[in-house]
């Protein structure tokens, strides 16, 4: 079996022979010098390593995309044969990880100030990260609020999400769209916390933030009325709090996704925000009104 998948990434690759491995161009970055080693445990195992520094999901994730690494459980393999990714699907994956390959972690740049600007104080989540002059479809360039999708089910990285941001970060940028998704992103999420106790699933990263924020809870943000609706969980989420955006496609979607998580036996509530408002409208209005920081 290593043999095998050695063989398949060499050559899917292009990989070169460097001393007892192999060095070939990493999937998940723009590689201008090879910097993905290659080798073979004692044990048999195929070993694949950035030395530029792309973390591990996001080269695994590239080389599935790219059909040189094959999935983790039997169930996973299954769905991937039912939902096969058509070849400018992959190319998108590919592109989006890449993305976050390039970004850095959050603190200290324009993405926690437009944060701190919403009044979210919390810790930034790991997989929100720091994209710098990123190319909008406009041609102009700006800093990124950046977000790793993976896949519901098995925690798959398949998609970045984007929201572009004015130059000092204190507000988005004033481009239509400010916020844009790529890769494979239906049926994921913004994982923003571990499962722990009640699990909070909202719309948006910056209302989902809130609510956790406010609560103390972990949370999740499905991106999209749609996302929400498409949203598939593993099995150990039992205890889900929707955030119900106050409008009616939020409110339809996350009845839908109700319905559908009740029935797969899974405890259900709703915390509904008032008409033409989500849960970061209510952290704003509360610090107006000299309410808590958190």
Known sequence: MSVDLTEHLIAGLHAKRSGQGWLAKCPAHDDANPSLSINVGKDGTVLVYCHAGCQQAAVIASLRAMDLWPGGSRQDRARSRLEPLRSHDRRKVASALQLWCRSRPADGTPVERYLRSRNI????????RYLERAKHP??????????????????????VHRTFLAADGLSKASVSPDKMMLGRCAGGIVKLGAISGPLLIGEGIETTLSA????GLSG?????????TALRLPRECRDIII????????RMASKHAAERWCAEGRRVRLATAPDGTDFNDLLRASKALGGPDE
């Open 121 to 128: 104080i919390r810790a930034v989540p790991r997989r929100i």
């Open 138 to 159: 406009s041609g102009s360039r700006h800093p990124v609020m950046i977000g790793l999708i993976t896949q519901g089910l098995d925690d798959q990285p398949s998609g």
């Open 212 to 215: 956790m924020q406010t609560t």
């Open 220 to 228: 999740w943000a499905a991106l999209s009325t749609s996302g929400l």
């Open 243 to 250: 955030l119900v955006d106050g409008d009616d496609p939020g």
